[in-house]
């Protein structure tokens, strides 16, 4: 099971730190990534992470804003969010599909937090 916290509402420069808490199995080099569906847009794969292999992106707009990290203690990974702008507002959501492969679409997923919301306005 996964649970994705720490969403708000935050003004444009401002940081978020997202939380995926993991229950059921350890994470240890399992892959987590991130997805976020804004209004009216598909879901799309953000970032990726499997304790290995370093960080995966699949947006270049968030490779020098975004960054992942992963506590096997806590079996929580983090999504680290800084200068956020308004495109970022989307529902984020935590997913892993029990492998180490980071994969860029959502089917490959079998497991999947409820997501957290992320509103960036001014």
């Known amino acids: 099971q996964l649970q994705a916290s720490g969403g708000g509402v935050v003004q444009p420069g401002e940081s978020l730190r997202l939380s995926c808490r993991v229950s059921?199995?350890?994470?240890?080099?399992?892959?987590i990534a991130w997805f976020r569906r804004a209004p009216g847009k598909e879901r799309e794969a953000v970032i990726c992470?499997?304790?290995?292999?370093?960080?995966?992106y699949f947006l270049d707009s968030v490779r020098d804003r975004f960054t992942i990290s992963r506590d096997n203690d806590k079996n929580t990974e983090y999504l680290q969010m800084n200068s956020l702008n308004p495109e970022d507002t989307a529902k984020y959501y935590c997913?892993?599909?029990?492998?180490?492969?980071?994969?860029?679409?959502?089917?490959?997923?079998?497991?999947w937090g409820r997501g957290t919301q992320v509103t960036v306005s001014s």
């Open positions: 997913a892993s599909h029990g492998g180490t492969e980071c994969y860029p679409r959502n089917f490959f997923y079998q497991y």
């Open positions: 059921g199995f350890e994470l240890g080099n399992f892959v």
């Open positions: 992470n499997n304790g290995l292999e370093g960080t995966t």
